[in-house]
């Protein structure tokens, strides 16, 4: 499996930051044993809505301290949270999907 290329962004970076890089995904990682998931940043946002816990505006280091559930690898609990680029994203389909968000 290749691994999800991580997007540099800033400590203050937020979950509506998104927008900016089409495509990529909510990225969870246990800082222990590197063990990750990903996860659609709409749908992570849509719950965070529903929770009334954020939104847009919820800074994405903050959303790994709302991860409460164990690494299913090393059974800890110490998450770091990011957004990334999935393995195989071609330059052609960001740009597909820029379109897509812009219109």
Same mark, same amino acid.
């Given at each position: 499996?290749?691994?999800?290329?991580?997007?540099?962004?800033?400590?203050?970076?937020?979950?509506?930051?998104?927008?900016?890089? &089409?495509? =990529?995904?909510?990225?969870?990682?246990? /800082?222990?044993?590197? #063990?990750?998931?990903?996860?659609? !940043?709409?749908? *992570?946002?849509?719950?965070?809505?529903?929770?009334?816990?954020?939104?847009?505006?919820?800074?994405?280091?903050?959303?790994?301290?709302?991860?409460?559930?164990?690494? &299913?690898? =090393?059974?800890?609990?110490?998450?770091? /949270?990011?957004?990334? #680029?999935?393995?195989?994203?071609? !330059?052609?389909? *960001?740009?597909?999907?820029?379109?897509?968000?812009?219109?």
């Amino acid at each position: 499996m290749t691994p999800m290329k991580r997007i540099p962004l800033g400590p203050e970076a937020s979950m509506g930051d998104f927008r900016r890089y &089409p495509g =990529c995904r909510f990225l969870i990682t246990c /800082a222990l044993c590197s #063990w990750s998931k990903d996860y659609n !940043p709409e749908r *992570v946002i849509a719950r965070l809505q529903e929770l009334r816990r954020g939104g847009h505006a919820t800074p994405i280091q903050r959303l790994a301290r709302y991860v409460a559930w164990n690494c &299913p690898t =090393c059974s800890h609990v110490k998450w770091r /949270a990011e957004l990334a #680029w999935p393995p195989g994203l071609t !330059p052609g389909e *960001v740009r597909r999907l820029t379109n897509v968000y812009r219109n």
